[in-house]
T-cell receptor, first 117, second 109 residues
Framework: KAGVTQTPRYLIKTRGQQVTLSCSPI?????VSWYQQTPGQGLQFLFE???????NKGNFPGRFSGRQFSNSRSEMNVSTLELGDSALYLC????????????????FGEGSRLTVL | GESVGLHLPTLSVQEGDNSIINCAYS??????FIWYKQESGKGPQFIID?????DKRQGQRVTVLLNKTVKHLSLQIAATQPGDSAVYFC????????FGAGTRLTVKP
């Protein structure tokens, strides 16, 4: 069974640009959540999608957005990039309707490392 | 606001010894806790979880202890191996999931 796949693995952008990251969850998983990981702030929750609907959202500005498709694949977009957006962006999928917040597990991908110059 | 935090940023142990990684939380309403392991260049990997109505849960070589009185969570790794070297962090869950900063465990051969 394939794991969570994130693309691209690495990318470099400049300030003001936008970026789209993709996540393919484990087959059968309907919940996809996104996280930002930085040395200074650690791992922070961005948002979670379940059955194409955003179910939860973290405390990030509106420049961060996402969506989920009918096949459960998800994308996140960051517009008007800032230097502080440089981070590892992790996607996780879960089989349960609790989105990993109850019994069970979150399965993480290996992340997309974004560098903003 | 309430937060999850770790007592030690780094921990170095000898191979074969037991490791204890600690986590302090402040949201007494959190009802679910998870420990993750993150190796260099990889995403976090689930280790073990525990519900707030439990004090202890054991897995393979790992034990999680929850002390709600002092709002403390710990991860015990028995017979630590070089492959256990990684960053470990806890997460607490109530309405959302919050993560601790992480502790880097280094296992010396």
């Amino acid at each position: 069974k394939a794991g969570v796949t994130q693309t691209p693995r690495y990318l470099i952008k400049t300030r003001g640009q936008q970026v789209t990251l993709s996540c393919s969850p484990i087959s059968g998983h309907r919940s996809v959540s996104w996280y930002q990981q930085t040395p200074g702030q650690g791992l922070q929750f961005l948002f979670e999608y379940f059955s194409e609907t955003q179910r939860n959202k973290g405390n990030f500005p509106g420049r961060f957005s996402g969506r989920q498709f009918s096949n459960s694949r998800s994308e996140m977009n960051v517009s008007t990039l800032e230097l502080g957006d440089s981070a590892l962006y992790l996607c996780a999928s879960s089989s349960g309707a609790t989105g990993g917040r109850g019994p069970g597990e979150l399965f993480f991908g290996e992340g997309s490392r974004l560098t903003v110059l | 606001g309430e937060s999850v935090g770790l007592h030690l940023p780094t921990l170095s142990v000898q191979e074969g010894d037991n490791s204890i990684i600690n986590c302090a939380y402040s949201n007494s309403a959190s009802d679910y806790f998870i420990w993750y392991k993150q190796e260099s260049g990889k995403g976090p990997q689930f280790i073990i979880d525990i519900r707030s109505n439990m004090d202890k849960r054991q897995g393979q070589r790992v034990t999680v202890l929850l002390n709600k009185t002092v709002k403390h969570l710990s991860l015990q790794i028995a017979a630590t191996q070089p492959g256990d070297s990684a960053v470990y962090f806890c997460a607490e869950i109530k309405d959302d999931m919050r993560f601790g900063a992480g502790t880097r465990l280094t296992v010396k051969p």
